[in-house]
């Protein structure tokens, strides 16, 4: 229960008690994956699929941020109260010994007016917002 209504999973994806499909990752695409939130904060660390040990970090105001997916990879990276044109997102990638493709995954990052200083490689971002 969640909120006084309750969800089911499908095939396709969780469902509302009213038969509507959900949106897991808030991209205004419903019946995707769900994914959690991890934290927030000016610097965060995890290990993502591979276990590389991910560090992401923010500078010059705001905080970060980050949502994974069940594969332990971030799906979405969120600025929140970033200064524009002055906050800088940054990382870094450890590898985990011979068991790694050395770069890891970022689905979306929402800067929010700040800089993305994650460079390619390590990080892979699939989409960017400003």
Do not use: H, W
Request: glycine share 14%; aromatic share 6%.
């Amino acid at each position: 229960m969640l909120g006084g209504a309750s969800k089911r999973t499908t095939p396709s994806g969780v469902v509302s008690a009213a038969n509507q499909m959900l949106d897991g990752d808030f991209d205004r695409v419903p019946g995707e994956d769900f994914i959690g939130y991890f934290g927030r904060g000016n610097r965060l660390i995890y290990s993502d699929r591979n276990g590389d040990r991910v560090r992401l970090g923010i500078a010059r105001g705001g905080v970060l941020e980050v949502f994974r997916g069940v594969d332990r990879e971030a799906r979405i990276v969120k600025v929140v109260g970033g200064v524009p044109n002055s906050s800088v997102v940054f990382g870094r990638l450890t590898p985990r010994e011979r068991q790694t493709d050395l770069a890891t995954d970022i689905g979306l990052l929402l800067l929010g007016g700040a800089q993305n200083a994650l460079t390619l490689p390590p990080f892979r971002i699939a989409r960017a917002i400003p």
